[in-house]
């Protein structure tokens, strides 16, 4: 008896706990549909802390393609700490029924919520698969769900025990009142019953954000477009991509964290292989950059000028720059002699030659004037559809919808 309150006691502490760490991931999500950018919850203790940094794990995570799903048809998709929040709830009701019951429960029920129990720990442990092999980074909330669900499930065997002891006790009638060894196992259809509104219960939080959600067509063709599409030098750099279908154009940083995960977020969505890329190199470091009064990200200016020296390996130095970005930035800080050191062990003397060249570094230049004649903003990456500029909001959460409503044809 002393054990199925304490299992229900656990249930009840866990469910709690994931529905808090649930709630504030799907708050963080909820405030960007306003296109703005906010602050993120990035803590072990619920509530505490905010941060807006790019190295913020728990920004890498919202902003990570795996965070929601149906991102084709719904403005930044649903996410899915929605159905977390769904689940804990069902759960934190189901730990209240066992508790309040005293131990009148149907026997039935411990043997649903020892099998029931366990789902969030599972969509918890595929979770942290890809947060260690994808995203390779922990985000502190989503770690307070893993850990929520795994208490969850240890209470859930725990009532799997506790049915196996109770299952096949038969007691004489207490005169003073039912007991748990006596009470009845429960009808059958109970458990088709609580399955049913644990599936209700995952899924309605999703239905209701659906259906409040804005209608953001509007706003997708509203951020301009390139004045001057045309750079006369012919000074542009052609990306390779294997099914080009759409003309689109970028302007990138090598060491901007931002530009990183963009790349990333269109490699993960599937999109970039069928893009037509026209890069322009827009390094945020004064060393080339006459915007400029100070280095954003000193060292771009060289990785920038590799990538125009690349050849073939363009899109492969471009690459090796954004795997690397972490240590290269730390080198550009301190010794950006050493990052020409790098470029050349790992492409060779002649790319960096190239570099350092001064018909390089006068096409760089090429870039920098491109992007002021179209007035682009001091901040990468950008990201223009054929001519039409997509606004930064649209390059993270609302990527995908963006295509979706302006380029389908670059998601089959």
């Known amino acids: 008896m002393r054990n199925a309150r304490f299992l229900a006691g656990l249930a009840l502490a866990a469910s709690l706990l994931g529905l808090l760490f649930a709630a504030y991931s799907t708050y963080d999500y909820a405030q960007h549909l306003d296109r703005q950018i906010h602050t993120i919850h990035c803590s072990f203790i619920p509530g505490a802390s905010g941060d807006t940094t790019a190295e913020n794990p728990c920004k890498v995570a919202l902003f990570s393609s795996y965070s929601a799903i149906f991102r084709a048809s719904y403005w930044g998709g649903v996410p899915i700490s929605l159905f977390a929040v769904g689940a804990f709830s069902f759960f934190l009701g189901f730990s209240v029924y066992l508790l309040m019951s005293n131990l009148r429960a149907p026997k039935r029920a411990y043997l649903f919520f020892g099998i029931a129990g366990v789902t969030p720990l599972m969509a918890s442990l595929i979770m942290f698969f890809i947060s260690l092999t994808r995203l390779h980074a922990f985000c502190k909330v989503c770690v307070g769900i893993y850990f929520s669900s795994a208490l969850l499930a240890a209470s859930a065997v725990m009532a799997l025990l506790h049915y196996r002891r109770i299952a096949h006790v038969h007691l004489p009638p207490d005169p003073h009142g039912p007991t748990q060894v006596d009470s009845a196992a429960g009808n059958p259809l109970l458990l088709v019953g609580w399955l049913a509104a644990l599936g ?4 309605l939080p999703a239905l209701v954000y659906v259906a409040a959600l804005p209608d953001y067509r509007p706003y ?10 045309q750079e006369q030098h012919n000074a542009l750099l052609k990306l390779p991509t294997a099914h080009p279908v759409k003309a689109v154009t970028f302007f990138e ?3 901007c964290p931002t530009c990183r995960a963009f790349h990333e977020r269109l490699i993960d969505e599937g999109v970039l292989e069928n893009l037509d890329v026209t890069l322009v190199m827009f390094p945020l470091d004064s060393e080339c950059n006459w915007m400029l009064d100070r280095s954003l990200h000193p060292g771009a200016c060289m990785l ?8 073939n390996q363009a899109r492969a130095i471009l690459e090796w720059s954004y795997s690397e970005q972490d ?10 002699a050493a990052i020409e050191k790098k470029i050349r062990e790992r492409f060779g003397s002649d790319v960096m030659q190239c570099a350092q ?6 096409r760089l230049n090429q870039h920098l004037h491109y992007a002021s004649n179209n007035h682009i903003p001091v901040s990468t990456p950008q990201m223009f559809l054929g001519d039409k500029r997509i606004c930064d909001e649209d390059t993270d959460l609302g990527l995908k919808y963006t295509l979706s ?4 044809e670059v998601l089959r």
């Open 327 to 336: 240590s290269l930035r730390e080198l550009g800080k301190g010794n950006p």
């Open 304 to 311: 920038s000028k590799a990538v125009l020296c690349g050849g």
């Open 220 to 229: 997708l063709s509203s951020c301009g477009k390139l004045e001057v599409p």
């Open 253 to 255: 940083d090598p060491l």
């Open 200 to 203: 209700l219960a995952a899924i």
């Open 357 to 362: 060249d001064k018909k390089t570094a006068a």
């Open 405 to 408: 409503q302006l380029s389908p």
